[in-house]
């Protein structure tokens, strides 16, 4: 699996990687190249959407099943989801068909939302008037078209699909500005209680992970509501691996005052120290400074007592702390000791 320090944010509720995006029917999360084999294997076995879009001369489009008989017509912007569903419109409105050509959610949506590699819940909201502050309504429809949560003034988002479970999860947040998680059964998962909840290892297969903030403090949590990271102030926390069993995440001290937000490596100005802890809460490293990565290696520079030392992904220990400083000019990098600058390559193998 891919190192996710390089690939998530904080932020991975609207970005997994890349956001895949169909306004206004779009989705919140992407999760290519995050699906265990085992999801593909399981929907090769679905029934294939036993129909197809065909293109009327006044740019309207009609669903025919295979005998070419007309199915839905009036329709606009159609298109066929993971071989399963039909998103479309018809006379301004969204709705979805399933492959036994069933309207599972009426034509009467002024947005869907879904994910574009899962087959999952959709998002759907209604334009209630044009003042900004409370101008749409969501709700979730599930796969069969049975109300998850019913339309209210809400905001949600999706933020996990478990493979394993076949599951949603999503983030709602109510009209007082709480939020909390909600599965695709409609139990909570957490509570809504905290100002915002941020996943950070959406579409991995691993059970998720999220770190929520309440009243400008922040803490690590799962989706089972267990904290792993206390709530505390000036604290930014992102997924720093999740090899093997346990993930490990990335826990920084910020600046009092900062407000920075993003990847660790972007906000650097505003470390003052780190530490890597595992999902047990357990601390595996402390450094007195922001751990950085190497531009062209898996590596990643701490520092203690005032000198520099190197760890790899997993949060190994590669050279104790021992530099006074380095150099990182990508292709080679420096450490310095007693006023020599040695090639990293010559104190590690680096192949």
């Known amino acids: 699996m891919p190192n996710k320090l390089a690939l998530l944010t904080w932020l991975s509720i609207l970005s997994v990687g890349a956001v895949s995006a169909i306004t206004p029917a779009h989705a919140t999360i992407n999760c290519a190249g995050y699906l265990p ?3 593909f294997e399981r929907i090769e076995n679905n029934k294939s959407f036993a129909g197809k879009l065909v293109e009327q001369t006044d740019g309207s489009q009609q669903l025919h099943d295979l005998n070419g008989n007309v199915i839905i017509g009036n329709l606009t912007d159609a298109y066929i989801l993971m071989d399963t569903y039909m998103l479309a419109k018809q006379h301004g409105k969204y ?27 959709f ?6 008037s044009d003042d900004a502050s409370n101008a749409t309504k969501q709700g979730i429809i599930n796969r069969q078209g049975d109300w998850i949560y019913p339309l209210a003034d809400v905001h949600i988002q999706h933020a996990q699909y478990d493979p394993d479970y076949d599951q949603d999860y999503f983030i709602v947040t109510d009209d007082e500005g ?31 992970y999220l770190q929520v903030s309440l009243q400008n403090k922040t803490a690590l949590i799962d989706q089972n509501n267990d904290v792993i990271i206390l709530l505390a102030a000036n604290q930014h926390i992102e997924l720093f691996n999740s090899y093997g069993d346990v993930p490990l ?9 900062s407000t920075a937000e993003g990847m660790s490596e972007d906000i650097q100005d505003d470390i003052e120290s780190a530490q890597i802890i595992d999902a047990n809460g357990k601390l595996i490293l402390s450094s007195d400074t922001p751990i950085r990565k190497l531009l062209y290696h898996q590596l990643y520079t701490y520092k203690q007592a005032g000198k520099v030392g190197l760890i790899n992904d997993q949060g190994n ?17 420096w450490f310095e000791k007693n006023g020599e600058m040695l090639r990293l390559n010559s104190l590690i193998d680096l192949d």
């Open 249 to 257: 995440f990335l826990r920084s001290t910020l600046v009092a005052g």
């Open 317 to 333: 220990v590669i050279l104790e702390p021992q530099f006074d400083s380095y150099r990182d000019d990508a292709d080679k990098v």
């Open 37 to 39: 084999n085992s999801y």
């Open 123 to 128: 998002i759907v909201s209604v334009n209630t």
């Open 95 to 121: 709705g979805v068909i399933n492959a036994a050509g069933k309207t599972i959610v009426p034509f009467k949506y002024d947005e869907i939302q879904t994910e574009p590699d899962i087959v999952t819940s």
């Open 178 to 208: 709480l939020t909390g998680l909600l599965d695709d059964r409609g139990y909570w998962a957490v509570m809504p209680q905290y100002d915002a909840i941020y996943p950070l290892n959406a579409c991995t297969g691993e059970p998720l």
